[in-house]
């Protein structure tokens, strides 16, 4: 069983910064994969950044590549989703999830464990 606890979301104008955490319990933390997903209203939940339990591998949607950047310690059971330049379209309640394969997964019914989530409002 893995425990994720979000934070770090807020309001932030157009073009500023974020970084997400999500802190995992658990003793196999690097034995998951860790991926992020956001959720507008009314829309689907959406890939956003996976990352391999080694942390050796990333995986980003073409949305965000190149503007966010997912990283891990697993010294810390701590995954993180630094989020640069924002834009208003990455508005949305973003969730951390675990994958016990622990390879890359980048669709939400491959996910074992969710967190709460946390909402990111960017204004423009």
């Known amino acids: 069983q893995v425990h994720l606890v979000e934070s770090g979301g807020g309001l932030v104008q157009a073009g500023g910064s974020l970084r997400l955490s999500c802190a995992a319990s658990g003793r196999t933390f690097g034995s998951y994969a860790m991926g992020w997903f956001r959720q507008a209203p009314g829309k689907e939940r959406d890939f956003v950044a996976a990352?391999?339990?080694?942390?050796?591998?990333?995986y980003y949607a073409n949305s965000v590549k190149g503007r966010f950047t997912i990283s891990r310690d697993n010294a810390k059971n701590t995954v993180y989703l630094q989020m640069n330049s924002l834009k208003p379209e990455d508005t949305a309640v973003y969730y951390c999830?675990?994958?016990?394969?622990?390879?890359?997964?980048?669709?939400?019914?491959?996910?074992?464990?969710w967190g709460q989530g946390t909402q990111v409002t960017v204004s423009s």
């Open positions: 990352i391999s339990g080694s942390g050796s591998s990333t």
């Open positions: 999830a675990a994958e016990s394969i622990a390879f890359i997964a980048t669709t939400p019914d491959r996910y074992d464990y």
